[in-house]
C-alpha cells in the first residue's frame, strides 16, 4: 500500500506590527513539516529537530467523550486506559519495553479527541511506531473482560481521586449538566457514567473501538531526532495493512442557549463557599473565540487585571478569582469562578463582578490592557514550542481541528486583530443576564456515584500479571545508541562575587535566568516556619520604585514570566523571556533582586491568603496527609516536623523586619548561583548583568547546620478521619536519608524497581493487577537533611487494609522476600540512562539540572558521572541499600479516611491493627473512645 499524497510545508511564526504601530515583529525558526495520508486514510506528520536525539510518537484520535451516547458514557477515556493492556502481538503491559527504552508515556481524553504519546531516544523510533500501531489494529485481539474489569475500577478510583475526594470537585460535572440541554454531547464530562461503565457489556466496547479507532479517525505526528525516510518505511509497514474504517459520523447539535437565568446552590465539605458564573459562547473556531480569550486574561490574569485587583487586593472579598472561555470544538462556554474569604458573602462577589462585566461592556479596555494581554498570548506559543512532544501536539491540534498543521501563524494574527472595541462587543454579546450562577457552599458531601451502589472493587483478581508469554521476541530491535552532549557549563564571577553559569541553547529566540540562593526553608526558626517562603513571595511585591502592580503590568507588557520560590535547601528567582525584550526585563529582574521594599501593607495582604490558604488545605486529604505525615515522622520542633509554608501561629508571628533581616543575610551574591540559558553568549550577557548588579554587595553568610537526624519514637498505624471519604490517602514510611548520602545512586535504582515508576512493583501491584487505586508510588525526598522515605496512594475507602497488606509485601519483598533479578535491575538501569536526556530538552530544564549542582555543590562532570554510576550499579548494591535503609518496624502508616469503615479491618492486619492512634488535620494525638473506635 503507496501513500497518496505528500506535501512539504516550511513555516515560520511572524508576528506583525499591526497593534497600534507599537509591536515589533518577532520571528521563530522555520519549522519544516512534511504531511501526507496513507491509502487507509492515515494522516501522516514529520517534523525533524535534531537539538536532542530524542523523538516524539504523538497519535490523536478524533474522538472523545461527546462521541458517546447517553447510557454509555465515559467509553472514550476507559479506552485511554484498555489501550495500555496489550494488544495482538505484544500481549503485556504497554509501557513496559517503552519505559525500559527510557521512554515518557501517557494517554489524555477531553470531549473532543483522544491523545496518546512517548517520548524516547530516537533510536528507538521503531519501537514506538510498531506498539502505536499494534494497538490500532490489533486491540480488540488481545481484550479480555479480566482487562475491562481491571481498568474499569482503575478508572473509579481516578474518579473517586479527582472528584469525589477533592474539595469542589464535581463542580464542573454539575455545570455540564446544568448548562447544556439532556443529552447534548456536552452535558457529561469525560469521566463519564460509573454506572454506564459497570452495565458496559464487552460488545458495548469493542462496538466503540471498531467505529472511532480506525485509521481514517486518527492522525500521527513524529517529531525529533529522526530519518524521515526510514520513518516513512516504517509507517507504511506497520500502519499500512490496517483497514479503513466507516466514515465517522460527528455529533452536530445546534448551539445551546439558555432561555432564562439559572441559579443553583450545591453542599460540599469545603469551609469557604465558591461562586461559578457560567455563559454560552461560541466553537472554538468561531471567529469570536480570540476576543472571548483576550476579554477572561484582561479581566482575571495577573495582579493587575480588573478582577484580581478589585476583589483579591483592594476590596479582599475573594481569596482567588479566575475567568476562562473553554472554547471546545462544538460549543463554548466563559466562565468566572471566585472563592470568598471567611466572612464574606457570595452576593457581594457577584455584584462586584456584575460591576465589572458592565464596565467593560460600556467601555472598551485600554490599549495597553489588551497589548498587554497580547504579549502574553505571544509568548505563551512561542514558549510552547520548546519540547518535541508540545510541538507535536500542537500540530495535531492544528491539523485535526482546523486542517492546518502549521496554523501558529494564522492563530497569532487572528488575536492581533482584535481591537478594545471587539472586546467591548464580544462581553455585550455573550456575557448576558441568561447564564448560570451556581454556589458551592459549606456543609455536607454527597455520598458518591459509585459508592452510592457498591464499596466493593470489580476486579478480584490477584494474579493476572504472573506467567505470562514473553512477547518480546515480536518487538523491532533499536538502532545504535545516539550521542548525546550534555550542554558545556561555562562561568564567570561577577565583580561583586556573583558566580555566573552559562549555557547556550539557541533553538528559540528565548533567555532563562534563574538566581539560586543557597538558603531555604530548613533555615527558618522552628516558630517562623514558613519564614523563607514569605520572603519569596514579598520580594517581587514592591521595590523602591515600582510597586507590585507595576511590576506585574510591566512584566506582562513584555511576556516576561517571573517566578519567585522557596524550597527547602534553595530560594529561587527565576525569570523567562524573549530575547528581544531582555533589557527591560533584566532592569525588572535586577530592581526586584536588589531593592525590594517589602510595603507592609502587601504583607498583610499575603500573610491574609495563606492563612486562608491553611482553612482550605483541611479540606483537601493530601494536603492533610502531607502535613501530618511530616509530624508523625520529624516531630513539631524538626524544621522538616512544620509545613514548609509555616502555620496559622507561625505566619502571623513573622513580621516585616524578620523577612527583611532574612532578606538581607541570605540573598547575597556570594552566596548565589545565577544560571542563565538561552539564546545569548556569555561575552554579550556578562556587561549587562554587570551593569544591572552593580549595586548589590556581598555580605558575610552564617554558618548554616544541617537539620539532625530524627527517628520515629512510635511506629504503627494512625488514622486521621474523614467521615465519609470516597478514598483512603495512605503514606507508609519513616525519614529516609539525605542528598549527601553516598548510596545516592544505587537509592534512586532501586527506588525504580520498587515505585519509581509505572512499571514498578507497587504500582504494577495495587494499580494494574489489583484495580485498587489510579496510581501507587514510592519515594525518596533527598534533601541537605533526611528527607522522608513514603510509599503512597490514594485507594478506595473498602480495599484500604488490602493496599496496606500490598504495600508491606513489597517493601518486604525488596528486603528479600521477593529478591530482585538481574533482569529487573538491567530494566531499570537503562531506563533512567535513555530517559536522562529528556531532561535537557528546554532551557527551564537545562536551569533545573544546573541548580541542582549549585544547590548541593556537585562537580561539573557530575551528569557525566551519574551515567556511569548507574551503568555501575549492581544486585548487591541494590540489596544492600535496601536493607539499610528501608526499616519496616520503624515505620509510620498513615490513612487519611472514613475511619468507621476502614478501621475495623486495619485491626486484622498482623503485627500493626494492635497499634492504631488517632490524629486531627494537623498532626495532633486524638483520644478515642475504644468502643466508639471498633463501631
Given amino acids: 500500500m503507496k501513500a497518496k499524497l505528500v506535501v512539504l510545508f516550511a513555516f515560520s511564526l511572524f508576528i506583525s506590527p499591526m497593534i497600534f504601530g507599537q509591536k515589533k515583529a518577532s520571528y521563530l525558526p522555520p519549522i519544516k513539516y512534511e504531511e501526507y495520508r496513507l491509502d487507509n486514510g492515515l494522516r501522516v506528520i514529520m517534523h525533524v529537530d535534531r537539538s536532542v536525539p530524542i523523538v516524539a510518537v504523538n497519535v490523536w484520535y478524533h474522538v472523545g467523550s461527546k462521541n458517546e451516547v447517553p447510557g454509555r458514557t465515559g467509553f472514550a477515556h476507559l479506552f485511554e486506559h484498555l489501550m495500555f493492556q496489550g494488544s495482538k502481538n505484544y500481549d503485556d503491559d504497554y509501557f513496559k519495553p517503552l ?92 469521566i463519564g457514567s460509573l454506572k454506564d461503565l459497570t452495565e458496559a457489556s464487552m460488545e458495548d466496547v469493542k462496538n466503540f473501538f471498531r467505529t472511532y479507532y480506525v485509521p481514517n479517525n486518527a492522525s500521527l505526528v513524529i517529531a525529533g531526532d529522526f530519518d524521515p525516510k526510514q520513518a516513512k518505511k516504517w509507517v507504511e509497514k506497520y500502519f499500512g495493512p490496517i483497514p479503513r474504517g466507516n466514515d465517522i459520523v460527528r455529533p452536530n447539535p445546534p ?102 462585566i458592565e464596565k467593560i461592556k460600556k467601555e472598551p479596555p485600554t490599549r495597553e490592557e489588551l497589548e498587554r494581554a497580547l504579549n502574553q498570548i505571544e509568548a505563551r506559543i512561542i514558549l510552547g514550542l520548546q519540547t518535541v512532544l508540545a510541538k507535536a501536539d500542537a500540530m495535531n491540534e492544528n491539523a485535526v481541528f482546523y486542517g492546518k498543521p502549521d496554523r501558529f501563524q494564522e492563530e497569532l494574527e487572528e488575536y492581533l486583530k482584535v481591537t478594545p472595541e471587539d472586546i467591548s462587543r464580544v462581553a455585550n454579546k455573550y456575557l448576558i443576564q441568561n447564564r448560570l450562577v451556581m454556589s458551592i457552599v459549606p456543609g455536607k458531601k454527597k455520598a458518591p456515584e459509585a459508592d452510592q451502589e457498591e464499596n466493593k472493587p470489580t476486579s478480584t483478581s490477584t494474579s493476572k500479571k504472573e506467567n505470562k508469554k514473553d512477547f518480546s521476541a515480536n518487538l523491532p530491535k533499536p538502532g545504535p ?101 531582555l533589557d527591560k526585563a533584566l532592569e525588572i529582574f535586577s530592581d526586584v533582586l536588589i531593592n525590594p521594599s517589602f510595603p507592609q501593607e502587601e504583607l498583610e495582604t499575603v500573610k491574609r491568603r495563606m492563612l486562608v490558604s491553611f482553612l482550605q488545605r483541611k479540606d483537601d486529604p493530601n494536603q492533610i496527609s502531607n502535613i501530618v505525615y511530616s509530624v508523625l515522622l520529624y516531630g513539631k520542633n524538626h524544621p522538616y516536623g512544620k509545613p514548609i509554608n509555616g502555620d496559622e501561629t507561625t505566619i502571623k508571628a513573622i513580621t516585616r523586619e524578620e523577612i527583611q533581616k532574612f532578606y538581607e543575610t541570605y540573598y547575597r551574591p556570594n552566596n548565589a548561583v545565577l544560571i542563565v540559558v538561552g539564546d545569548t553568549s556569555l561575552k554579550e550577557i556578562v ?25 520515629l519514637k512510635n511506629p504503627g498505624i494512625y488514622i486521621v478521619d474523614r467521615p465519609g471519604a470516597a478514598q483512603s490517602v495512605i503514606s507508609i514510611g519513616h525519614v529516609g536519608v539525605s542528598r549527601s548520602n553516598p548510596d545516592y545512586i544505587p537509592l534512586v535504582v532501586m527506588n525504580s524497581i520498587l515505585g519509581g515508576q509505572f512499571t514498578s512493583r507497587v504500582n504494577l501491584n495495587l494499580r494494574e493487577d489489583k484495580g485498587y487505586t489510579y ?31 500490598e504495600f508491606l509485601k513489597e517493601i518486604n519483598g525488596i528486603l528479600g522476600e521477593r529478591p530482585v533479578t538481574s533482569q529487573e535491575l538491567e530494566y531499570n538501569k537503562q531506563s533512567i540512562i535513555r530517559r536522562y536526556p529528556q531532561g535537557f530538552e528546554t532551557v527551564g530544564q537545562i536551569a533545573n539540572q544546573l541548580a541542582t549542582l549549585a544547590i548541593y555543590n556537585l562537580p561539573d562532570n557530575y551528569f557525566n558521572e551519574f551515567l556511569q554510576k548507574v551503568k555501575a550499579v ?62
Fill in 99 to 190: 519505559q525500559e527504552a527510557g521512554a515518557t508515556i501517557n494517554g489524555t481524553t477531553n470531549a473532543d479527541r483522544t491523545n496518546y504519546f512517548q517520548v524516547l531516544p530516537s533510536n528507538f523510533l521503531e519501537l514506538a511506531l510498531f506498539m502505536e500501531a499494534d494497538r490500532m489494529g490489533g486491540l480488540l485481539e488481545a481484550m479480555t473482560q479480566e482487562k475491562l474489569d481491571n481498568q474499569r475500577d482503575v478508572v473509579k478510583n481516578e474518579r473517586r481521586q479527582r472528584y469525589d475526594n477533592q474539595p469542589y470537585g464535581t463542580a464542573f460535572e454539575k455545570i455540564s449538566e446544568l448548562m447544556y440541554p439532556k443529552n447534548h454531547p456536552y452535558s457529561w464530562t469525560t
Fill in 687 to 711: 556587561p549587562k548583568l554587570e551593569k544591572a548588579f552593580a549595586g548589590w554587595k556581598a555580605a558575610e553568610i552564617p554558618r548554616t547546620l544541617t537539620p539532625p537526624d530524627v527517628e
Fill in 481 to 581: 545508541d545516539p550521542k548525546f552532549s550534555l550542554p558545556k557549563i561555562e562561568k564567570q564571577k561577577l565583580s561583586n562575587g556573583l558566580e555566573v553559569w552559562f549555557v547556550k541553547h539557541s533553538e528559540l529566540p528565548i533567555v532563562s535566568m534563574n538566581m539560586v540562593f543557597r538558603a531555604g526553608a530548613d533555615l527558618d526558626p522552628i516558630d517562623r516556619a514558613g519564614l523563607a517562603v514569605l520572603t519569596s513571595d514579598l520580594i517581587d511585591n514592591g521595590t523602591k520604585t515600582r510597586s507590585a502592580v507595576e511590576i506585574a503590568n510591566q512584566l506582562q507588557s513584555l511576556g516576561t514570566n517571573l517566578v519567585t520560590s522557596a524550597g527547602w535547601d534553595s530560594s529561587n528567582l527565576s525569570m523567562l523571556t524573549l530575547k528581544k525584550n
Fill in 255 to 356: 448551539q445551546p442557549k439558555l432561555e432564562a437565568e439559572i441559579r443553583k446552590s450545591f453542599e460540599d465539605a469545603v469551609r469557604l463557599p465558591r461562586i461559578y458564573m457560567v455563559w454560552h459562547t461560541v466553537p472554538q473556531a468561531d471567529k469570536d473565540s480570540p476576543a472571548l480569550d483576550i476579554l477572561a486574561t484582561i479581566l482575571s490574569s495577573g495582579r493587575g487585571s480588573r478582577l484580581q485587583s478589585k476583589l483579591v487586593f483592594d476590596k479582599q472579598v475573594s481569596q482567588d478569582v479566575f475567568a476562562s472561555h473553554i472554547s471546545r470544538e462544538i460549543a463554548g462556554l466563559f466562565q468566572i469562578v471566585s472563592t470568598a474569604r471567611p466572612g464574606k458573602q457570595l452576593e457581594e462577589i457577584e455584584k462586584e463582578i456584575n460591576e465589572e
Fill in 874 to 935: 549492581t544486585i548487591e548494591d541494590i540489596n544492600r541499600v535496601a536493607k539499610k535503609y528501608i526499616q519496616p518496624d520503624k515505620m509510620a502508616i498513615l490513612i487519611v479516611g472514613d475511619r468507621k469503615v476502614i478501621e475495623p479491618e486495619l485491626k486484622k492486619i498482623q503485627g500493626w491493627g494492635e497499634k492504631i492512634s488517632y490524629l486531627d488535620t494537623e498532626g495532633n494525638p486524638l483520644k478515642v473512645d475504644e468502643k466508639t473506635a471498633s463501631k
Fill in 775 to 805: 496510581g501507587a508510588r514510592t519515594s525518596w525526598s533527598f534533601r541537605r537533611g533526611a528527607g522522608p522515605f513514603e510509599a503512597s496512594a490514594a485507594v478506595q475507602t473498602a480495599v484500604t487494609k488490602g493496599a496496606v497488606v
